[in-house]
């Protein structure tokens, strides 16, 4: 498996990932917003044989990464590839000033909130009715220290 910087070339595999794995999945346009016009954020696939599985959009916020998506395309789950989308794009992030790690988590998600817990990411908060489409409420996580992650890459 490689890891590596999205492309344009990727939006319609990254699309369809995102499509089939979240209920209100991003438009086309935020992906390639993302690629080309927005300084802040930091785009990675994981590709397989040629096949993009996997991909994180993440954003340097002075120094905090942010991580705005991730995903794995169902074929693919369970097999450490958003572990190791989130510990390059850490790595890398922390490489560049990132101190500390956030995100926002669905309450129902316990599979991810398990993967933030083994890199030591901690509830912190919450985001009532954050999901326009059921109203479900954000669970808010924090890593309060990037040095000495937890999970290898």
């Known amino acids: 498996m490689n890891i590596r910087r999205m492309t344009l070339d990727d939006l319609a595999q990254v699309i369809e990932i995102d499509k089939v794995s979240f209920s209100l999945p991003w438009p086309e346009r ?29 954003w ?4 905090e990464a942010h991580i705005a998506t991730i995903a794995t395309h169902p074929d693919f789950r369970r097999r450490g590839i958003a572990s190791k ?16 790690s956030v995100l926002e988590v669905r309450e129902s998600n316990s599979a991810a909130q398990e993967m933030y817990r083994k890199f030591g990411f ?5 985001r009532p009715r954050y999901y326009r489409d059921n109203s479900e409420d954000a669970i808010l996580m924090s890593l309060y220290k990037l040095e000495g992650l937890k999970v290898e890459s």
């Open 30 to 58: 935020s992906f390639r917003f993302e690629i080309t016009d927005n300084p802040a954020s930091r785009a990675w696939v994981a590709e397989l044989n040629g096949k993009v599985v996997g991909a994180i959009v993440a």
């Open 60 to 63: 340097l916020l002075v120094d």
């Open 85 to 100: 989308l989130l510990s390059h794009a850490l790595r890398m992030m922390m490489n560049e000033g990132a101190l500390t």
């Open 122 to 126: 901690e509830e912190s908060g919450r």
